[in-house]
């Protein structure tokens, strides 16, 4: 398996604009996260879903985040309008069950300007 | 709320010298406990998975120790090499009643100096 997959790698957008990143987790695994890093905060998680059902969704900072899983393959993580303070790195992650190890994607660095 | 804090934030060793990081957590009520290798602008390595009932786990010249009761969890590397140089970041599955989820320490920068 390559591991978990995220899209785009790199995403600078302007302020308002919609921002769309993606995440294809280990085939088999069915809990998936999504977390934002930076450096004032570290990683937060935003949003996790196991069998592609949103479980937690208490770390998603506003409205204008949205996420969703329409199957076990694949994720997304909408920002809408996207501000300057979202500028981060995202990370996506899954793992198979809830007390295995999480493998994580190679993040994606948003940017909005 | 689960807290987990790493220290210290950053660390400088010659090489061949065995690093010992540091990370606490204040609820032990946890499933388990990772630790993670981040190089910059990557993404997280898993390096290891300790469980709950477990007290360490072992990968190479990685050693990671587990005190659930007192909240600590200490990883051993080594014979430090300058390939070792990252960020290192410990994190806590919490039980249902905890959040049931993964929270991250900060992170220990580290340096091997050749």
């Known amino acids: 398996d390559a591991g978990v997959i995220q899209s785009p790698r790199h995403e600078v957008t302007e302020m308002g604009q919609e921002v769309t990143l993606r995440c294809k987790p280990i085939s088999g695994h069915d809990y998936l996260f999504w977390y934002r890093q930076t450096m004032m905060r570290g990683l937060e998680l935003l949003i996790y879903f196991n069998n592609n059902v949103p479980i937690d969704d208490s770390g998603m900072p506003e409205d204008r985040f949205s996420a969703k899983m329409p199957n076990a393959s694949f994720s997304t993580l909408k920002i809408q309008p996207s501000e300057p303070r979202d500028s981060a790195v995202y990370f996506c992650a899954s793992s198979l069950g809830r007390s295995t190890e999480a493998f994580f994607g190679q993040g994606t660095r948003l940017t909005v300007v | 709320k689960q807290e987990v804090t790493q220290i210290p934030a950053a660390l400088s060793v010659p090489e061949g010298e065995n690093l010992v990081l540091n990370c606490s957590f204040t609820?032990?009520?946890?499933?388990?406990l990772q630790w993670f290798r981040q190089d910059p602008g990557k993404g997280l390595t898993s390096l290891l998975l300790i469980q709950s009932s477990q007290r360490e786990q072992t990968s190479g010249r990685l050693n990671a120790s587990l005190d659930k009761s007192s909240g600590r969890s200490t990883l051993y590397i080594a014979a430090s090499q300058p390939g070792d140089s990252a960020t290192y970041l410990c994190a806590v599955y919490a039980i249902k009643a905890a959040g049931n989820k993964l929270t991250f320490g900060g992170g220990t920068r580290v340096l091997v100096k050749p």
């Open positions: 609820d032990s009520a946890i499933y388990n």
